[in-house]
């Protein structure tokens, strides 16, 4: 058996070739994506897994049926770059690693959330002034005084609500779907403007889906409590990032944590040192000192990373040995 693993990181290798060794199939490696130029060197394999961050070409699909190949495992839990319905057309297995680490993305998620409440971008901006003094603007509000609404209350929306309920919080939730794990330390509303509404800081956790791209939208903003503050860890879709920086503008949102943005897919995870970034968006969200923002970077942990290229082999080996995986989306 072969399998191409596209999108391969130096820091994938490791688990990657310890996989191959121990379950004694080749695993051959690509940096960059899969896309419809270098889709042909899949004649020779068996099996394919991708790190896709763009959505792919719809084209691709039918490329893939007519070489052959049966899946692409993708090594994350998002798979919004996927068309499902294009690959099912075709005969494709998508599949997703669902649960690698929740708590690599919701301890980052706490990470951002005391950011922007300490202020910590601000503080740092004044501190490179050589400005040392304490004033109002960089005063804290402590997390054990505030309602947090955790919006998704799935894998990683439950540890981020606990480590919260912690720290003495008051936590809140909505959810599609409530589960009884969060019963235990949160408080379901029965509707999203309910939980918004009572929030000092809203967590989101939910997938991007067609019902909710831009759910985060000028319309939602002006119902929560003045003065918010809001983390997106999900996806950047979901939050209409123009009427956000209005909601900032205006004082309606205090400050927001972003590790995922709506036109990442140019951007996230390159490297733009010596290039011009052209998005005027992301500029300045990253100059604004309410805005802490990062690359789409939450999960990566060394644990993380680890079950994510496992993940994706196993659903590959899976697929080829036994026509379908575990972790199948379509
Ligand atoms: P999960 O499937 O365990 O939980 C998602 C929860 O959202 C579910 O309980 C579901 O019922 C709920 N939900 C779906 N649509 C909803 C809606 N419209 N309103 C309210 N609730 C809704 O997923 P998870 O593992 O907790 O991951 C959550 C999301 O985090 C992923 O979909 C992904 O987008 C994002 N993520 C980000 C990173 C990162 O590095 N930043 C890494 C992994 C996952």
Known sequence: MRIMMFGTREDELNAANEWAARNDIEVVFDKG???????????????????QTAPFDDAIYERLRELGIKQVAQRSAGFDMFNLDKATENGLIISNVPSYSPNAIAEYAVMAAMNIIRNTKMIQNKLKQHDFTWNKAIISKEMRSMTVAIIGTGRIGTITGRILHGFGAKVIGYDLYPNEEAKTFLTYTETLEEAIAQADLISIHMPLTKENHHMFNAELFAKMKKGVFIVNTARGGIVDTKALIDALNSGQVTAVALDTYENEATYFPKDFSDKKVEDEMLLHLIDREDVFISQHIAFYTETAVMNLVEGGLDSVKQVIEMGTCDNRVN
């Open 33 to 51: 994506p899969l896309t419809m130029d270098n889709a042909d060197v899949l004649k020779d394999f068996d099996g394919v897994t991708t790190s």
